[in-house]
């Protein structure tokens, strides 16, 4: 038999947003890898939440590797660290008989997970394992389908722009689309808040954090003194006045 | 007991990635309303093939409404009519009884669906119907997993472009994000091969058709001459190198 290591997407936040591919895959992997964030200091993390609530069965297998954020470009030691010791972890599994090695990831496997890294970590290591990625919902999907904005229709154009350095990026990013998405907008919301004021009356925004969780807060720019590092904002209409730049 | 209409996202193609809340909805839902398309004649169209597989139980309850392109900038009085059409069997059901009426949609319903437009036209006709989105796993995601290419890591950023009108618009966007998805390939595809060849070596693309279908193909752009309508591709480091432009 192949060994297997799966990247399962757990979507946003509520249970019921896992497809019925990732249900099935976490309920009778052999081992479910979580990320285990300093944030979340001895309790689950956010993936291990939701699983614990979509998969029970899968509770008794879920073992707790370090998390890191995703970011090839600035790769620190610590970071390559915590990718090795989770393939590390895989490894010592699959050496001990596992045949299936789910890794469940927030959102969708591909959109800012690092399940990339630890997948290119585990085969170095591990030659003969087949990766699989199963993708799930995006909190940009969560956010636009709980506040019925669509996202894009007919022939328009989509971005999607984190802004952990600013908002540089996403007002350039915005003038060749019709709807851009912010994601990590808590550190520059002021700074953003005042981009989406600059845009017009022909712009407009929304803004959603824990979207999909029981902490969901949804509501325009205003609403929002300032918001946590995860939340996301759809702004609507970017070129619709020109006049929107920094 | 209010009336309830829900745009619901059935995935690319394959019944499993359906989300759990999709599954259960559909399965529930008094009535279900699919796209039939002139290209699938009598035959079910693609929601409805999906539907058949992963909610067998909804069978019985679909109806076949026209569909209608998703091009807010060209409404065409045919699309209107198929959209009032839609609404109309919607409205009749809700005035026989119905409390919830779903529409099942490839893909998610936020992403170049026309359930918006379908949703505009009841609350026109019927004023107190609550109308819920349930969001799906687009086609670029499924290409994603299923070829294994992270579509945005660390601080990158995504575009998705549209190119029923040529590669222009792909090729403007592509110079201010870190991959690029092109859907609609299939009139423009010897264009956007000739694009992404002059991208060099540092970009790279895959291309998939009837992702999550039995009929599923993924290859490079060299593998195909030519691919349908719905083909969809990803473009990774369209910036790498400067020199890619028309």
Redesign the interface.
């Known amino acids: 038999m192949t060994r297997r290591l799966i990247g399962v997407g757990v ?1 946003p936040g ?8 990732a ?2 895959i976490l309920s009778t992997a052999d081992v479910v890898l979580v990320p285990a964030t300093e944030a979340s200091g001895d309790g689950p993390g956010r993936a291990e939440r939701v699983l614990g609530a ?1 998969c029970p069965e899968a509770v008794g297998r879920i073992v707790r590797v370090p998390f890191s ?6 790769v620190t030691a610590r970071r390559a660290a915590a990718w090795q010791t989770s393939a590390a972890v895989a490894c010592d599994a699959f050496a001990v008989g596992a045949q299936a090695i789910a890794f469940a990831t927030i959102g ?6 690092t399940f ?1 890294y630890l ?1 290119d970590a585990v085969l170095e290591r591990f030659g003969d394992v087949e ?8 909190a940009m ?2 956010l ?3 506040s ?15 802004i ?2 600013g908002v540089g ?1 996403l007002a ?2 915005a ?3 019709d709807t851009v998405v912010a994601y990590k907008i808590g550190r520059h919301y002021a700074e953003l808040c005042s981009y989406v004021s600059s845009l017009g009356e022909e712009a407009s925004a929304v803004v959603g954090v824990n979207v999909g969780t029981p902490e969901q807060v949804i509501g325009s720019p205003d609403d929002f003194d300032q918001v946590p590092y995860f939340g996301t904002m759809i702004i609507t209409g970017p070129r619709a006045q020109r006049g929107g730049r920094l």
């Open positions: 979507g509520d249970p019921e947003l896992l497809t019925l591919k249900h099935r979509a954020m995703s970011d090839p470009a600035g969708d496997p591909s959109v800012y997970s990339s997948a990766v699989e990625v199963v993708p799930g919902i995006t999907q969560a636009a389908a709980a019925r904005t669509p996202l894009v229709e007919g022939d328009e154009r989509l971005g999607l722009v984190p952990k350095k990026d350039q990013t003038t060749e689309v």
